[in-house]
């Protein structure tokens, strides 16, 4: 197992990983716009994607990004989103390492806390995130959506 952050060329990659994400998903802008996009992410140091590999395969992943707080002391905090594994290598622990590379990216970030959702609502998806050191009770959460979506 390789754990890192992912690169510029595995793009193609984690686009793919997604598909694993949501049983259906809006469709993806042009190529180009896409690659806009991630360039965008690459050239914000508060945003990172780690990956985890198998024999050079990307099979896990997830996206963390750091925001700046004027609250408990000016430290920032973080939000974790799309927590993926490809379906074939799922209940092998590689969702819980890129969980902890987010982590630690966060707590050496001077991170107060670290938020996810999710909007599975299965027993097993709540016991998987409270083993990677998420507490489900601790805040309610909220999501607002534009009109029609």
């Not at 993806?28 to 965008?40: G, M, R, T």
Request: glycine residues 6%; proline residues 3%.
């Amino acid at each position: 197992m390789e754990l890192r952050e992912l690169a510029t060329e595995e793009l193609p990659e984690l686009i793919d990983l997604y598909k694993h994400l949501h049983e259906s998903d809006s469709e993806l802008p042009a190529e180009d716009e896409i690659k806009l996009i991630w360039n965008e992410i690459e050239s914000n140091s508060s945003i990172k994607y780690f990956g985890v590999f198998i024999s050079g395969r990307l099979v896990s992943s997830c996206t963390i990004t750091v925001v700046p707080n004027l609250t408990r002391g000016c430290k920032p905090y973080a939000l974790i989103e799309n927590v993926v594994t490809h379906e074939s290598f799922r209940r092998k622990g590689f969702g819980k390492a890129v969980l902890d590379a987010a982590l630690k990216f966060a707590w050496e970030r001077g991170c107060y806390k670290v938020m996810l959702m999710t909007g599975r609502l299965d027993e097993e998806t709540f016991v998987f995130y409270e083993s990677a050191g998420f507490d489900r009770h601790a805040k309610q959460a909220f999501v607002a959506k534009p009109t029609g979506t």
